[in-house]
């Protein structure tokens, strides 16, 4: 069983567009992050939910949404697609929003042409 | 200040030698804790060991150790007996407890090849 699963893997898409990436985890988990890997392979956070609620909001453009409709699962909306918004989007979660441990999803590989 | 380090942007280590890969922090928090983690080329994120600042002895799991150098304020991770498939890309990352929120801040990394 996939304990963080993230759909799409893949996901390519032209500037301008309206994309979402789906996060779920079955771990129980309180809490649930996005991360950011860029192509220098830096990785940093984006946002951060516990227990539905955002705890974490980063220095990210407004164009980012993410959106929590239950513990278990965190998505992430991207409006109007920019070129610099290629990048491998990690999905992450923690038992809750004290402990140390993170388990991270697979990544999406967004594409922006 | 960046607050994790990593020296080394690649390394190459010849096959069944041990490897150390370099990693230093920047916290004033007396409670963290350090993680490495793995990424192949497939790109997923693979944990591979956790120190927590008030544990005593040095992280293990199988062939990974962490160094765990407090004052020095490193957290090297030390593969034994290297395989191919160790060849990736090494993440040394820390969570610190800046309020009630917990993040990981993550090193640039070190692209480890493993050489036949």
């Known amino acids: 069983d996939t304990a963080v699963s993230q759909t799409p893997k893949y996901l390519v898409t032209q500037m301008g567009n309206d994309k979402s990436i789906k996060c779920e985890q079955n771990?129980?988990?309180?809490?649930m992050y996005w991360y950011k890997q860029d192509s220098k392979k830096f990785l940093k956070i984006m946002f951060s939910?516990?227990?539905?609620?955002?705890?974490i909001n980063e220095t990210v453009p407004n164009r980012f949404s993410p959106k929590s409709p239950d513990k278990a699962h965190l998505n992430l909306h991207i409006n109007s697609l920019e070129l610099g918004d290629s990048a491998v989007y990690f999905c992450?979660?923690?038992?809750?929003?004290?402990?140390?441990?993170?388990?991270f999803g697979p990544g999406t590989r967004l594409t922006v042409t | 200040a960046q607050k994790i380090t990593q020296t080394q942007p690649g390394m190459f280590v010849q096959e069944k030698e041990a490897v150390t890969l370099d990693c230093t922090y920047d916290?004033?928090?007396?409670?963290?804790?350090l993680f490495w983690y793995k990424q192949p080329s497939s790109g997923e994120m693979i944990f591979l060991i956790y120190?927590?600042?008030?544990?005593?002895q040095n992280a293990t799991e199988g062939r990974y150790s962490l160094n765990f150098q407090k004052a020095r304020k490193s957290a090297n991770l030390v593969i034994s007996a290297s395989q191919l498939g160790d060849s990736a890309m090494y993440f040394c990352?820390?969570?610190?407890?800046?309020?009630?929120?917990?993040?990981?801040?993550f090193g640039s990394g070190t692209q480890l090849t493993v050489l036949p």
């Open positions: 992450a979660s923690s038992p809750d929003s004290s402990s140390y441990e993170q388990y």
């Open positions: 771990l129980g988990h309180d809490t």
């Open positions: 939910y516990n227990n539905k609620e955002l705890i």
């Open positions: 916290t004033s928090d007396p409670s963290y804790g």
């Open positions: 120190q927590g600042s008030y544990d005593q």
């Open positions: 990352a820390m969570r610190e407890a800046p309020g009630s929120a917990r993040q990981l801040t």
